[in-house]
């Protein structure tokens, strides 16, 4: 079965710690009954320990994951009581930044008909995988505030564009088109308004696509591509764009695969899968649905198959989506996804479609 892996788990704020604790729940049950060579580690990091101690993401803690963990299991992060969102900042980008997990891919796929919003569309359209860059652009925190809570107050923060930067998530995607059969690349910019920081991705995609030939590409304005994604999103295979744009296109890549509880992510280092990788739901901590056994945890459940994916287990991840597809089609799953079960019973439903 090979070496010891071992996985930290980071339940963080409102719904994290439930949905986090029902795929513990899945990891735990395919540890046993297959003989995984998984430990889970738990922290204790998010809104409470920052409220109770001052605690985000400490160096040694950080140290300790980069150096003896194969992944992250993260729930979600954000608290309305920490309204400035310091700890959420300082662990998520502690984690994408520190390990230089540039390669933020996000898969849009529906596992069901009905779950999918556009008329006359059904889950066979909604098939692709967005290449988020995670450690550039407006995320990097450079910038400031001038005369701050004045009339004159000036607010900048920059969008940091580097030529290895863009480079590295774009070959990422297109190595990924490549290895997955996947026959073509859209690259989403805004050049026409960021002419200097996006002309960049346009001439780099230009270069990186001449060396994949039997790859069909297309550039395309970031607007114009939501408005494509929803009218019709059967042709889009790969998607890859920056940071800022990633994060958008992917909640109304969620939108079309049948919500936030459905939709999967991968933080990776992609030329060294070695490194630690860190693996989240798109979804936030949804405050209002916390504590009351409602949220969905498939997306979860989901991003649990694609660690043991990452770890070396491909056919656990397709078990658990079979589960999933099993358990969306009986209606054994939360009311966001049609069904009428709670957030334990739909992950009940799910372990029991796995035996
Ligand atoms: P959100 O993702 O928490 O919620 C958006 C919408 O989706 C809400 O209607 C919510 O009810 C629904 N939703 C989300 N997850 C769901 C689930 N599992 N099951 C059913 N419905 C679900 O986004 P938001 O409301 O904009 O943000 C809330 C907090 O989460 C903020 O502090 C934000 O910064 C943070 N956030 C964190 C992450 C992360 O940790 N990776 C991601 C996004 C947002
Ligand atoms: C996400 C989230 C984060 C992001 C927030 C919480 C900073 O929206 O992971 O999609 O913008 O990357
Ligand atoms: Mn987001």
New binding site residues.
């Given amino acids: 079965m090979g070496e010891q892996r071992r996985v930290a788990l980071i339940g963080?704020?409102?719904?994290?710690p439930e949905?986090t604790a029902q795929a513990r729940r899945l990891l735990e049950n395919l540890i046993a009954s297959r003989g995984l060579p998984i430990d889970l580690w738990d922290l204790d990091l998010g809104a409470d320990r920052f409220l109770l101690d001052g605690t985000t993401f400490p160096d040694d803690i950080r140290d300790e994951i980069a150096s003896t963990c194969s992944a992250v299991l993260?729930?979600?992060?954000?608290?309305?009581r920490v309204p400035g969102?310091e700890h959420?900042r300082d662990i998520?980008f502690g984690m994408r930044f520190g390990f230089d997990l540039y390669a933020n891919i996000r898969p849009v796929r529906a596992l069901s008909d009905d779950l999918v919003p556009l008329k006359g569309r059904g889950k066979d359209d909604v098939d692709f995988v967005v290449f988020r860059e995670n450690t550039e652009g407006i995320y990097v925190g450079v910038g400031g505030q001038v005369r701050k809570g004045t009339a004159d107050e000036i607010a900048i923060n920059e969008d940091v564009n580097t030529r290895m930067g863009v480079e590295r998530i774009i070959r990422a995607a297109f190595e990924y088109a490549t290895s997955h059969g996947r026959g073509s690349v859209t690259m989403a910019d805004k050049s026409n308004a960021m002419p200097q920081a996006h002309g960049l991705w346009r001439r780099v995609f230009e270069l990186v696509a001449s060396e994949y030939p039997s790859i069909k590409t297309q550039a395309l304005y970031v607007d114009a591509l939501c408005l494509y994604l929803v009218q019709d999103p059967t042709p889009f295979e790969v998607i890859v764009t920056n940071n800022l744009f990633g994060d958008i296109v992917t909640d109304l890549g969620a939108g079309l695969q049948g919500?936030?509880?459905m939709a999967a992510s991968i933080n990776v280092h992609a030329a060294d899968r070695s490194r630690v990788a860190l693996f989240?739901?798109?979804?936030?901590?949804?405050?209002?649905?916390a504590g009351k056994n409602?949220?969905?945890?498939?997306?979860?459940l989901l991003t649990a198959g694609a660690l043991l994916n990452h770890l070396g287990w491909p056919d656990l991840e397709a078990r658990i989506e079979t589960a999933i597809t099993a358990c969306l089609a009986a209606g054994n799953c939360?009311t966001?996804v049609g069904g009428t079960l709670g957030t334990r019973e739909s992950t009940d439903a799910v372990l029991a479609q796995l035996d």
Avoid: C, K, Q, R
């Fill in positions: 963080g704020d409102g719904i994290g949905v993260l729930g979600a992060l954000g608290d309305p969102l959420a998520l919500g936030l509880g989240e739901p798109v979804h936030g901590s949804a405050p209002p649905l409602v949220a969905n945890p498939f997306a979860a939360t966001d």
